[in-house]
């Protein structure tokens, strides 16, 4: 009888490595088991044979064959295999013959029914294989789940325990054990928060946490060679300036070193990408959230093909992994020959686990010449502990609970008399201060707002900064009511970091609330930097913080209203009216002075890393104020010419220098501002690639026309009739100086800001001569000129300002600034 079975297994096994044949894979051990089925089922094109044919492999003849009539299944695997099970009431094995040692697959389906006095969803129970421990007191309450392992075999059988947990039992609706292709699992994989570093998967078990297709599909077990079931990305997804591409005809594995064993056509066909088309300039990433069980390293696999075929040649992105580098300026057209639709994988692991949350992210790299990123699939797997587990057994949980427990006791008894004392002081001096603040904005006692003084190193008032903060945190229903619960109509702007609203508190003033996304770890940093940037600062060119909130893990920022909005939208994009040349001078002068007071008012320099038209903002008098400091950056030291970190900022505002030796110093701000200033100029975007190719980029346009001695051609034509041609040419020279490729050769921001005022000087003397010849006052100095009657009025005569026009004048602007913030 053992002999006719396992003629019958190798008949069946023999048949499916023909149908395998046809898609490219012949596994040579395939065992498939509709477990308690006294008959074989088809599914699809492979069928899963009666588990009374492997009585032989089976260790127990005590277990019962269990069946249910249930019709309600829904599953994306086929429900016939759910129809029956095996019961186990005691420990059971399956012992499987390997011919080929090597990776295999073990796939355990599992649907709970009840069954004369058994109820499977209280089955409560372990399974093993080899010495690797995959489930530890599993229990399925509802539904219909399929576990999937993967795991290094080196002997002749395979051994699958099922022990049932002390008076309960075991279940298996079905089981598959294949032999899996060799190119499948990596040896080794580079681990992304240790660079260098790689960990050996030879001697681990993975368990497939999620197989993911981006594009918003499902890619089903049958068109997949190796029966896997890929799940759409839509509910993972925290971003929303996506866009969803197909185009599975276009997929094509010839001459690549990728198989449709990695992943199907289905999976490479679609993907999800940055909808940048609108907007040339965007830097934002895509993001989707997955949950995973904390404690445990992951190979996570990135699945690419460019099926866009964009006409904007090859672009470069970046891929992270819960904010740390996976990938860093990820060349796709490079790595695929510039075949359009060749598929193109890599695997990496990830240690940083101590959450449950893994967050993926894919965005544009500040190398790449646009805004682009794409994703097609993606794939978590567990790999198994150093106890070869891959479960966390409630012993090691309560050891870790116990030993926090401890700790936190043995604190709370050293500091609990300290914290009375410190309890009691600052709850009067908060009651005070909240007294001050609920009369200053006109709120009733019921809106309990709060504020927190954190100049205090000891106190923990505000656990999120790590500097001394000053600032007012309001409750988050104050500000739902201020932004008629963040209603769309009451958008204004929206960002890498978020939205932003216009808002309205009871006593009537106009606030700017920005809304950031899911409390990501890159997100939290901007929000706590930005948060202490504007708290450490005042000054009437730079954008004032009211408040924020972290309540209900949200972080939102509060910042006074900007009537007129972005300089952005009133050079182009919108039918804001014109502004005039005088106009746009002031506007560049009231820039450049919020920047050198970022850059001389206080020690180390505050370097703000992200310069761009869409970060200067204006109020009502069209008074410009420079906003957004998430990035903003300490400078260097005194003894030190620059600080050495990651490149960040907006596509084609970022200093070359920068770029490429990612040494940042206050200059890289000048050369941000000098595309500003080019942006002014021209009234057009930095990038836009609607353009002929020449005219793409703006600074490389406009430079080259500089160089025929024609930047006329590139100017804004409202500019041409109203401005003064010295004026013009000033003004180019000094954007000219801003943009050099060396830093060296830059000006400070002070004689930036000396030249502009001088341009403003030329263009106020063609509008309005007075009767002696002389220039007409300028508006910004005039007031620091009239408060210091020592300060000689004839020294800023035309006649000096030539002179004066090459020395630097950082030392006057610093001692300037400091008036300005009164």
Same mark, same amino acid.
């Given at each position: 009888m053992g002999n006719l079975s396992f003629q019958l297994i190798l008949s069946c096994s023999y048949l499916f490595c023909l149908i395998c044949i046809a898609s490219g894979f012949v596994p040579l051990d395939n065992y498939l088991i509709d477990c308690g089925s006294p008959r074989n089922a088809s599914v699809g094109n492979r069928t899963f044979l009666a588990d009374n044919f492997y009585s032989d492999i089976l260790s127990t003849a005590q277990n019962i064959l269990a069946n249910t009539n249930s019709s309600s299944l829904s599953s994306s695997y086929d429900s016939t295999l759910y129809l029956t099970a095996r019961i186990f009431d005691q420990a059971s094995r399956y012992t499987f013959p390997i011919k080929e040692n090597g990776r295999h697959l073990i796939r355990l389906y599992f649907f709970p029914f009840v069954y004369r006095e058994y109820n499977l969803s209280t089955a409560k129970f372990s399974i093993s294989a080899q010495n690797f421990t995959l489930l530890e007191g599993f229990q399925l309450d509802k539904g219909s789940v399929v576990k999937e392992y993967s795991f290094n075999i080196t002997t002749n059988q395979l051994v699958l325990t099922f022990t049932p947990n002390t008076d309960s039992f075991a279940f298996v609706n079905a089981l598959e054990v294949i032999s899996l292709p060799i190119e499948l699992i990596p040896h080794s994989a580079r681990i992304v928060e240790m660079p260098g570093d790689y960990q050996n998967l030879q001697s681990k078990a993975l368990e497939t946490v999620l197989r993911v297709n981006m594009g918003n599909q499902t890619v089903h077990p049958q068109k997949d060679t190796l029966w896997r079931l890929w799940v759409s990305d839509d509910t993972f997804l925290k971003h929303s300036t996506v866009s969803i591409v197909s185009n599975v005809k276009a997929v094509t594995y010839k001459n690549g070193n990728v198989t449709e064993n990695i992943a199907p056509p289905s999976v490479y066909g679609t993907a999800t990408k940055l909808d940048s088309v609108l907007d040339p300039n965007l830097n934002v990433n895509i993001t989707w959230l997955f949950s995973v069980d904390a404690g445990f390293n992951y190979l996570v696999r990135f699945h690419f093909c460019d099926i866009v075929n964009s006409t904007l040649g090859s672009f470069l992105f970046n891929v992270y992994i819960n904010s740390w580098f996976a990938y860093r300026s990820f060349d796709l057209s490079t790595l695929t020959s510039n075949v359009i639709g060749r598929p193109y994988y890599f695997d990496v692991i990830t240690s940083s686990t101590s959450s449950s949350a893994l967050s993926v992210s894919v965005g544009p790299s500040p190398e790449g010449s646009y805004p682009m990123a794409i994703l097609n699939g993606l794939e978590i797997m567990k790999i198994s502990n150093s106890q070869d587990s891959l479960e966390t057994s409630d012993s090691e949980n309560g050891s870790l609970k116990t030993n926090?427990?401890?700790?936190?006791?043995?604190?709370?008894?050293?500091?609990?008399?300290?914290?009375?004392?410190?309890?009691?002081?600052?709850? !009067?001096?908060?009651?005070?201060?909240?007294?001050?603040?609920?009369?200053?904005?006109?709120?009733?006692?019921?809106?309990?707002?709060?504020?927190?003084?954190?100049?205090?190193?000891?106190?923990?008032? !505000?656990?999120?900064?790590?500097?001394?903060?000053?600032?007012?945190?309001?409750?988050?229903?104050?500000?739902?009511?201020?932004?008629?619960?963040?209603?769309?109509?009451?958008?204004?702007?929206?960002?890498?970091?978020?939205?932003?609203?216009?808002?309205?508190?009871?006593?009537?003033?106009?606030?700017?609330?920005?809304?950031?996304?899911?409390?990501?770890?890159?997100?939290?940093?901007?929000?706590?930097?930005?948060?202490?940037?504007?708290?450490?600062?005042?000054?009437?060119? !730079?954008?004032?913080?009211?408040?924020?909130?972290?309540?209900?893990?949200?972080?939102?920022?509060?910042?006074?209203?900007?009537?007129?909005?972005?300089?952005?939208?009133?050079?182009?994009?919108?039918?804001?009216?014109?502004?005039?040349?005088?106009?746009?001078?002031?506007?560049?002068?009231?820039?450049?002075?919020?920047?050198?007071?970022?850059?001389?008012?206080?020690?180390?320099?505050?370097?703000?890393?992200?310069? =761009?038209?869409?970060?200067?903002?204006?109020?009502?008098?069209?008074?410009? =104020?420079?906003?957004?400091?998430?990035?903003?950056?300490?400078?260097?030291?005194?003894?030190?010419?620059?600080?050495?970190?990651?490149?960040?900022?907006?596509?084609?505002?970022?200093?070359?220098?920068?770029?490429?030796?990612?040494?940042?110093?206050?200059?890289?701000?000048?050369?941000?501002?000098?595309?500003?200033?080019?942006?002014?100029?021209?009234?057009?975007?930095?990038?836009?690639?609607?353009?002929?190719?020449?005219?793409?980029?703006?600074?490389?346009?406009?430079?080259?026309?500089?160089?025929?001695?024609?930047?006329?051609?590139?100017?804004?034509?409202?500019?041409?009739?109203?401005?003064?041609?010295?004026?013009?040419? =000033?003004?180019?020279?000094?954007?000219?100086?801003?943009?050099?490729?060396?830093?060296?050769?830059?000006?400070?921001?002070?004689?930036?800001?000396?030249?502009l005022e001088s341009a403003l000087q030329v263009q106020l003397k063609e509008e309005k001569p007075s009767d002696k010849g002389e220039l007409a006052p300028r508006a910004d100095w005039i007031g620091y000129l009239d408060t210091h009657p020592s300060a000689s009025t004839t020294q800023f005569s035309m006649g000096s300002l030539g002179d004066l026009a090459s020395v630097s004048m950082s030392k006057l602007f610093a001692k300037m600034a400091k008036e300005d913030m009164r």
């Open positions: 926090s427990r401890s700790k936190i006791i043995l604190i709370a008894g050293l500091s609990g008399g300290i914290c009375i004392v410190l309890v009691v002081v600052s709850a !009067l001096f908060f009651v005070c201060r909240r007294r001050r603040k609920l009369a200053a904005v006109g709120h009733s006692k019921e809106d309990n707002f709060v504020m927190n003084q954190t100049g205090d190193k000891n106190s923990n008032s !505000l656990a999120v900064f790590s500097t001394s903060t000053f600032g007012y945190r309001y409750p988050f229903t104050a500000i739902e009511e201020a932004t008629n619960n963040f209603s769309e109509d009451l958008i204004i702007g929206t960002g890498g970091f978020g939205k932003v609203y216009k808002g309205i508190f009871r006593d009537g003033t106009k606030v700017a609330v920005k809304r950031g996304q899911s409390k990501s770890q890159q997100g939290l940093t901007e929000f706590r930097t930005e948060i202490e940037m504007l708290s450490q600062f005042r000054h009437r060119h !730079l954008v004032s913080l009211i408040g924020y909130c972290d309540e209900r893990n949200e972080m939102i920022i509060i910042y006074e209203f900007m009537e007129n909005g972005t300089l952005k939208s009133h050079l182009y994009c919108s039918d804001r009216p014109v502004l005039s040349w005088k106009q746009r001078l002031e506007i560049c002068i009231g820039s450049a002075k919020g920047l050198h007071y970022l850059h001389t008012g206080s020690t180390r320099a505050i370097i703000h890393r992200d310069v =761009k038209s869409a970060n200067i903002l204006l109020d009502e008098n069209l008074m410009a =104020k420079v906003a957004d400091f998430g990035l903003s950056k300490t400078g260097p030291e005194i003894d030190q010419t620059h600080v050495s970190t990651a490149v960040k900022g907006s596509f084609g505002y970022l200093d070359p220098e920068y770029l490429t030796r990612q040494q940042l110093t206050e200059k890289s701000d000048v050369y941000s501002f000098g595309v500003v200033m080019l942006e002014i100029l021209c009234g057009r975007a930095v990038i836009d690639p609607s353009l002929p190719r020449e005219k793409v980029n703006l600074v490389e346009w406009a430079m080259k026309w500089r160089e025929r001695g024609r930047i006329q051609e590139t100017i804004d034509p409202h500019l041409v009739a109203q401005a003064s041609e010295e004026s013009l040419w =000033k003004f180019v020279e000094i954007a000219e100086k801003c943009l050099a490729q060396c830093g060296l050769d830059r000006p400070q921001m002070g004689d930036v800001l000396w030249n």
